[in-house]
């Protein structure tokens, strides 16, 4: 491997790390402050100001993130390979490739096969400090494989069966096989208001907002994102 791609990778588990810190609300202002102070953020994303009003991070937290990002990989983006090895290093005992493969898709917005620094800091802010309707568009076009602009059973099938292969064998209580399609069916059933076979996104944030079964389960599935 070669040097230039094991800082990249070393540089997207730092940058993992951070988002994990800001999920669990560890990264604190003086632990900001202290990473800052310890290593100079040598290279800024253009347009930083412009990422501050469009997202829900602060400057420091903005920058921080991007240090990690851009850093450690200089040619500032990541391509689907390395994502999905990253992502794998968080969930050791299941496959997390099929899931790491959707991930990379609803992040990679323009369909370019790479994400900036930009798409993955968008995609955070909805997820960790968006609205409930933000975080639920979001979801949506996750689900939304092929983006016609709907959800089959079989996309929601497809994306639920990543996540519990993603989990893998220590999930408790033990999985059978169609655990999936069954959890589909009830909660498709629910969403599919006019029984035509697919989702809108009406229907979607409908469903999910008056049913609050859907929305656990939306926030259980969001934890692994």
């Known amino acids: 491997m070669s040097s230039c791609s094991t800082r990249c990778k070393l540089g997207f588990v ?24 310890m290593t100079m953020v040598c290279h ?20 921080v993130l991007y240090r990690g990002f851009k850093n450690e990989c200089p040619s500032g983006v990541v391509n689907e390979e390395t994502f999905k090895q990253i992502y794998a290093q ?22 370019t096969g790479s994400v900036k620094f930009e798409d993955f800091v968008t995609a955070l802010s909805i997820l ?17 494989i092929n983006k016609d602009g709907y959800i089959n059973k079989e996309e929601m099938i497809d994306i639920v069966k990543a996540i519990y292969d993603m989990m893998g064998k220590y999930t408790y209580p033990v999985l059978k096989e169609d655990t999936p399609r069954q959890h ?27 049913d609050d079964n859907i929305m656990r389960s939306l926030q259980l599935f969001q934890n692994v994102m």
């Not at 951070?18 to 102070?37: A, C, H, V, Y």
Request: proline share 2%; net charge negative.
């Open 44 to 63: 800024r994303p253009e347009g930083l100001e412009q990422l501050e009003a469009q997202t829900n991070f602060t400057k420091r937290e903005l920058q």
């Open 184 to 210: 589909v069916d009830i909660f498709f059933q629910k969403m599919d208001k006019n029984k035509d076979g697919i989702v809108t996104l009406d229907e979607f944030l409908e469903s999910c907002q008056e």
């Open 14 to 37: 730092k940058f993992a790390q951070t988002i994990f810190k800001l999920i669990t609300g560890t990264l604190s202002k003086d632990k900001i402050e202290d990473e800052l102070e």
């Open 90 to 111: 968080f969930f050791p005992h299941g496959d997390a490739s099929t899931y790491a493969h959707y991930l990379f898709n609803a992040f990679d917005t323009t369909q």
């Open 128 to 144: 960790l400090r968006g609205t409930v309707h933000e975080k639920l568009r979001w979801t949506f076009n996750l689900y939304d």
